[in-house]
């Protein structure tokens, strides 16, 4: 079982940067591919960027492309959605999430098997 658990979440202002973290407790994400997601209020969860779990690929959200960057430092085994530029419109609660020999194909939260909690993300104008 591999439990996730986000940070790094809070309120900035348009423009600012920010960078979530996604760590991995009881396994590491070894041979694990890793999503980001998020939702905004009355939206559905949508795709936001994925890490393929050789680390060799990434794929992104055209509203996000050359803003964001998923990345993995596997000295502390911690995945990271660094994001700059930030818009209002990226204000929602953002969740990562693994699933073993995940590629970047895989941008539906059905592809995934393990999530975590969430963390808001708040971008004022």
């Known amino acids: 079982q591999v439990q996730l658990v986000e940070s790094g979440g809070g309120l900035v202002q348009a423009g600012d940067s920010l960078a979530l973290s996604c760590g991995a407790s009881?396994?590491?994400?070894?041979?694990?591919?890793v999503g980001w997601f998020r939702q905004a209020p009355g939206k559905e969860r949508e795709f936001v960027a994925a890490l393929s779990w050789n680390g060799y690929s990434t794929r992104y959200v055209d509203s996000v492309q050359g803003r964001f960057t998923i990345s993995k430092n596997n000295a502390n085994d911690t995945v990271y959605l660094r994001m700059n530029s930030l818009k209002p419109e990226d204000t929602a609660v953002y969740y990562c999430a693994a699933n073993l020999y995940g590629l970047t194909d895989q941008i539906k939260q059905t592809d995934y098997e393990y999530w975590g909690q969430g963390i808001q993300v708040t971008v004022s104008s």
């Open positions: 009881g396994r590491t994400f070894d041979n694990y591919g």
